[in-house]
């Protein structure tokens, strides 16, 4: 007997065992891919790309029958939504520059600038009606909807609230009473406009923060149901809420009136099949579809596209869960981690209820399918939200040793994009020290003692010793010791929630290096 030749090697050490050596080299490319420092940071541009893209091919599709039948340009409303992709880019690009610690300085005022916003859109003259709801701002070429803005200010202001709150230990009521009353309010403020399909989304938004920020499962539950109560009472009291509602229950009770748009919306996605018609061949366009281009453009996707169009989009915000909570649970930065996973799950909440009431799974609530859907600055606002993601992306610990150490790649590079900062825990703590001890001197008074004492302040000091009764020095001087602890008791009470304020202002700039070869090529 021969003795059996060994097998060789395959590339990396291991042994190739049959006919999986090919397979575990086509999927090992990509394993290595995703362990590239940048790869979040890719994977998040390249999301945002291909679904704007595929959104603009959906509008121009979906809307060129009716915006040609309506005496303009079959082009009309897809340059429109062009234009605004092209102030999206520049609002990712913008959002990609700006630092963390800028964001979250100026988390607050713009979030209370947001709610001003949703208050003057109600004034008459000031804000635009259209069809029964005042949300716009005609600002003459595009219309703003503060409501959109508000959900991105209160991602980041809320995420910077309950981070500083994390790193002070604070207890729940600290954590609820600054957020909840004001994510109320803005929901209060966008039910009177009417629009409870946004009112749902900043629910999301509000809920996710809550989530992510620790609160014990028996409150969040007891909040969770509160707000799905408060949906479905907001759901029946106005007309066309509760015919929705209806609609969905019953679908087949006015199949030409207010069950007509999700029944033709299930024809559509029934007509496309596996394949699909092919991309313009849509029937349901030709004005069997009221809105097709807005909020019911996954049923013409079904339809040209077919099953796997769907299949695709589905795929794509798979992904960008994926990655978003990859950035997530990657990310040191408290406030980082926060932000992005909240502002995922928002994103694809809203993109899982229009798929769903398209499919019928749900009511029909009017929520755009993010990127996807035309309309209004809903696309440019979206874009800006995934360009913050994309910036807490490159602030990942390898992604920061990397840029640090020149490591920057072609698109960086060709962006001239800033080196995120550097975030460490101990300049973290002596951030929120010096602001405690800040807090503490303006609270109680007293100016903070820096240098020698001046001789001012001993003669002023003279009196108080003078004052004290004679033959009772120790006495004296228990007494006093113990009227200063009451007083710093009292101004530390009284002091609590200005310190609580201003420790949220604090910025920590700094990663740790895990590895000493980290260190030397962060240099």
């Known amino acids: 007997m021969t003795a059996a030749t060994p097998r060789r090697a395959a590339p990396g050490g291991e042994r190739r065992v049959g006919n999986k050596g090919p397979q575990r080299l086509r999927t090992g490319w990509f394993v290595a891919w995703l362990a590239r420092p940048l790869a979040s940071f890719h994977l998040v541009v390249a999301i945002a790309v291909l679904l704007t893209v595929l959104g603009l091919v959906m509008v121009l599709s979906a ?6 039948a309506g005496g303009g340009s079959a082009y009309s409303l897809f340059f429109t939504q062009a234009v605004l992709a092209a102030v999206g880019a520049v609002l990712f690009y913008i959002a990609l520059r700006i630092p963390m610690r800028v964001m979250r300085q100026l988390s607050f005022p713009v979030f209370a600038l947001s709610v001003v916003m949703l208050v003057l859109v109600l ?68 039910v009177l406009e009417p629009n409870l399909s946004t009112t749902i989304a900043l629910g999301i938004v509000l809920t996710s923060l809550l989530w992510f920020g620790g609160l014990p499962l028996r409150m969040f539950v007891t909040i969770a149901v509160s707000g799905v109560v408060a949906a479905s009472i907001l759901a029946l ?41 092919g991309l313009g061949q849509s029937r349901a366009k030709w004005s069997y579809l009221p809105n097709a281009h807005n909020d019911f453009i996954f049923a013409i996707i079904g339809e040209e596209l077919g099953f796997l169009g769907c299949a695709l989009v589905l795929g794509l915000f798979a992904l960008f869960v994926y990655t978003g909570l990859r950035i997530a649970s990657r990310s040191v930065d408290p406030f980082i981690r926060l932000l992005t996973a909240s502002a995922t799950t928002w994103i694809t909440g809203q993109a899982l209820i229009n798929v769903g009431y398209v499919v019928g799974l749900l009511p029909v609530t009017g929520l755009q399918l993010p990127l996807v859907s035309a309309g209004g600055s809903s696309l440019a606002i979206t874009l800006f939200m995934f360009g913050i993601i994309a910036n807490a992306a490159r602030h990942e610990p390898e992604a920061v040793a990397a840029l640090h150490a020149g490591q920057d790649g ?17 300049r973290a703590a002596r951030a929120r020290a010096k602001s405690k001890a800040t807090g503490k001197s303006k609270a109680t008074g007293k100016p903070k003692a820096t240098g020698k004492p001046k ?34 008791d009292s101004a530390r009470r009284t002091s609590r929630s200005t310190e609580s304020w201003r420790s949220t202002r604090a910025w920590e700039p700094n990663y740790p290096m895990k590895h000493a070869r980290e260190r030397g090529n962060s240099r």
């Not at 910077?160 to 994390?166: C, D, E, F, M, N």
């Not at 066309?240 to 069950?259: C, K």
Request: glycine share 10%.
């Open 455 to 488: 001789a001012n302040a001993k003669v002023k000091s003279a009196p108080q010793k003078r004052a004290l009764p004679s033959g009772r020095g120790r006495g004296g001087s228990a007494e006093s010791s113990s009227r200063r602890s009451v007083d710093s």
């Open 63 to 68: 809307s060129s029958v009716e915006s040609y």
């Open 237 to 277: 009291s106005a007309g066309y809420r509760s015919d929705r509602m209806r609609a969905f229950f019953n679908p087949g009770d006015d199949p030409q009136g207010i069950g007509y748009q999700a029944r033709q919306a299930m024809y559509s996605l029934a007509d496309g099949g596996i394949w699909g018609r």
């Open 410 to 426: 072609r698109f960086s590079r060709l962006l001239r994009l800033p080196k995120p900062d550097i975030y460490s825990p101990a």
């Open 123 to 190: 004034i008459p003259g000031v804000g635009t009606k259209v069809q029964g709801s005042q949300r716009w701002f005609d600002l003459g070429v595009v219309s703003v909807q503060p409501s959109e803005i508000a959900k991105v200010t209160l991602v980041v202001w809320g995420s910077h609230l309950l981070a500083s709150r994390q790193s002070e230990k604070a207890g729940y009521k600290d954590i609820l009473m600054p957020l909840v009353p004001a994510g109320l309010l803005v929901c209060l403020l966008v």
